[in-house]
């Protein structure tokens, strides 16, 4: 039963996503936003959203630890999961974007987000409007960097140009279909995770780790995996690591804010932390080695292996 609750519960979240992203952007060309700010902020928003749904009802329902697996789960699935089936389809080509900006961000915010959970073992109001200033900060250093360089943000798999003609009703009802399931979605999730937690005799962290953080990732893996078996070759890793900067800064920040997150299993901080850790370095020698700025099959496999691993010792150990 456990499972079948999960199971719509995720159902839920990728149809409420699904129609936030486009009320947003929507209302994003009525609020006449250029293409290139909602390609790197709305859309970027809007995908959190189930990340972002699902660790706010986890920290009001007293589930903290759902809370920080959630985000450090879903940021190690975006790595190993995502990126690693997505180059096992099809080769991945990275811009040098990725080790001049992007990379060294996400470090940034991924060390960065150990320190804050060491001091004291909580995230308090404090740090997670420091953690959204910091966002802020990125984003605009990242709207500059795009206008310097008249990057143009491939929008044709995110951001429908029709969307800009949609009505005001058809962007009303829209919001109000993605807030509802993203909202029932995110309880149901949650509610089976606990429950299926107790059922295996496993901590609520490894569920969190697990399986909610690849089903919040949902929406990153499925546009993901369509590129590529489209042979898309826009696929781009920064598109996944602005994913993990946001999911750091927005989820556990306005998380924080609403109710202070509480880091009640150590293993987040002397086990979890580490693991985001090594996936996101990793990334830098794999982006040279054997070629410059390809992510080949064998790296796919690689990452995919490392990501099972990590999966499969969390569930040994617990």
Not at 29 to 43: A, D, E, N, P, Q
Not at 69 to 77: C, K, L, M, R
Request: include cysteine.
């Amino acid at each position: 039963m456990s499972i079948l609750i999960i199971l719509l519960g995720l159902m839920l979240l990728v149809v409420g996503g699904v129609y936030l992203v486009r009320s947003s952007v929507a209302l994003s060309f009525r609020l006449h936003i250029s293409k290139m700010v909602i390609g790197l902020t709305v859309v970027s928003f809007a995908t959190s959203a189930p990340e972002l749904l699902v660790s706010v009802q986890a920290a009001l329902d007293g589930f903290p630890d759902i809370a920080i697996g959630n985000v450090i789960g879903s940021n190690i699935a975006n790595i190993g999961l995502v990126l690693g089936i997505t180059a096992i389809i099809s080769t991945l080509y990275i811009d040098k974007d990725f080790y001049k900006f992007n990379w060294p961000v996400m470090m940034l915010f991924s060390i960065s987000l150990y320190f804050i959970m060491q001091s004291g073992n909580i995230i308090d109001r404090g740090e997670g409007i420091g953690l959204l200033l910091a966002l802020c900060i990125y984003l605009w250093v990242l709207i500059a960097r795009a206008r310097r360089s008249r990057t143009q943000i491939a929008i044709d798999t995110e951001i429908n140009t029709a969307l800009s003609n949609t009505s005001n009703f058809k962007i009303t009802l829209w919001l109000i279909i993605g807030g509802v399931a993203l909202w029932g979605g995110s309880e149901l999730l949650i509610k089976g995770a606990v429950d299926l937690a107790e059922k295996m005799r496993v901590s609520q962290r490894v569920i969190a780790i697990s399986i909610v953080a690849i089903g919040t990732s949902v929406p990153e893996f499925a546009t993901s995996i369509i590129a590529a078996l489209n042979k898309e070759k826009a696929i781009s890793l920064g598109n996944i690591i602005g994913s993990n900067i946001f999911n750091i800064a927005s989820v556990l920040g306005i998380t924080a804010i609403i109710k202070p997150i509480s880091v009640i299993s150590e293993k987040i901080l002397t086990n979890d932390i580490f693991w985001l850790w090594g996936f996101a370095f990793v990334l830098l020698p794999l982006a040279f080695l054997p070629k410059k700025f390809r992510l080949s099959r064998y790296i796919g496999i690689i990452l995919f292996v490392a990501y099972a691993t990590f999966i499969g010792l969390a569930f040994i150990k617990s």
